[in-house]
């Protein structure tokens, strides 16, 4: 008796469809919760490291690999257990920017 060979079943153009919408959906939740978690953990990095910074606004391409920060002001972190500010010679920040713009382009 001879066998029966099936051929494989090609994918339906619906199937790549959900695909693609699933796969958007993903990319998009992942840069809403980049956009708003970068804030919070580079507060935390920076204040794990000694110092606290504060800023206007930050700009975020993902696509460029561009970090814009506009009014970054950096300065020594109180330190808690002596419950005094420590504080920079003459009370200014260690860094002052107006703008300043990370280009992380690989190519």
């Given amino acids: 008796m001879p066998q029966e060979i099936s051929a494989p079943e090609i994918a339906r ?14 990319a998009v939740a992942l840069r809403v919760l980049l956009g708003l978690g970068l804030d919070p ?3 935390a990095v920076l204040s794990a490291g000694g110092v606290q910074a504060d800023w206007l606004s930050f700009e975020l391409q993902v696509l460029d690999g561009r970090l814009e920060v ?17 504080s920079a010679p003459g009370g200014d920040p260690m860094i002052s920017v107006s703008t300043l713009a990370f280009d992380l ?3």
């Fill in 41 to 43: 953990t580079l507060r």
């Fill in 13 to 26: 153009p619906r199937l790549w469809r959900r695909r693609l919408i699933r796969f958007a959906a993903v």
């Fill in 70 to 86: 506009q009014g970054l002001s950096v300065t020594p972190k109180a330190d808690p257990e002596q419950g005094v500010s420590v």
């Fill in 105 to 107: 382009n690989m190519r």
